[in-house]
């Protein structure tokens, strides 16, 4: 069964500096998506690509955030400049955007430790 | 900003019962409502969706039944097993998901 991957699945960074998550969505897939669960809280909605371009951000998605399809099977996201309170679980999901538009397949998650 | 509530953090049911996980939600905007389902150390999986359209769809031992004048949904899950024990993420959609705070369900023996 096609799944979504993303590595690593924990990365420890300290504050200021730069991570790459990346995401590896189901191969037909047209929609990717960013979102993130601070520990305790609920998922939280960071970005949506179709197309290779956002198509809808949330209001946490500001400018240390990026995302890019490098190539035709990763989806990337990357945090320019870590803080502490960017220490969360990262999910990457995908949908096809057809029938199933509503059913976004999410990752396993990364779990990223700004220290 | 809540526009998706779970009131109930947790609930426990006896395998064989019905399971009742609900949720309300403020925005009349919303076009589909979805459930999700995560294990620890995974991320969620879709469940169920209903559009705002319908009151009711079923799948198998999973109901959403939706009440647009009360904006209220709920998760029935007949009869309940001891793998459903996991926690329940109700979503709603516009132009993202956002989800609620999630409802950890305990099944049981």
């Known amino acids: 069964e096609p799944e979504v991957t993303q590595t690593p699945s924990h990365q420890v960074t300290q504050m200021g500096q730069e991570v790459i998550l990346h995401c590896v969505p189901i191969?037909?897939?047209?929609?990717f998506y960013w979102y993130r669960q601070i520990l305790g809280q609920k998922v939280e909605f960071l970005v949506s690509?179709?197309?290779?371009?956002?198509?809808?951000k949330s209001e946490i998605f500001d400018d240390q955030f990026s995302v890019e399809r490098p190539d035709g099977s990763n989806f990337t996201l990357k945090i320019r400049s870590t803080k502490l309170e960017d220490s969360a679980m990262y999910f990457c999901a995908s949908s096809d955007g057809g029938r199933a538009y509503n059913e976004q397949f999410f990752g396993p998650g990364t779990r990223l430790t700004v220290l | 900003d809540q526009q998706v509530k779970q009131n109930s953090p947790s609930l426990s049911v006896q395998e064989g019962r019905i399971s009742i996980l609900n949720c309300d939600y403020t925005?009349?905007?919303?076009?589909?409502f979805l459930w999700y389902k995560k294990y620890p150390a995974e991320g969620p999986t879709f469940l169920i969706s209903i559009s705002s359209i319908k009151d009711k769809n079923e799948d198998g031992r999973f109901t959403v039944f939706l009440n647009k004048s009360a904006k209220h949904l709920s998760l029935h899950i007949v009869p309940s097993q001891p793998g459903d024990s996991a926690v329940y993420f109700c979503?709603?959609?516009?132009?993202?998901?956002?989800f609620g705070k999630g409802t950890r369900l305990h099944i049981l023996p």
């Open positions: 979503a709603a959609k516009d132009r993202k998901i956002i």
């Open positions: 925005n009349s905007m919303f076009d589909y």
């Open positions: 191969s037909n897939h047209l929609y």
């Open positions: 690509f179709y197309n290779n371009e956002i198509s809808e």
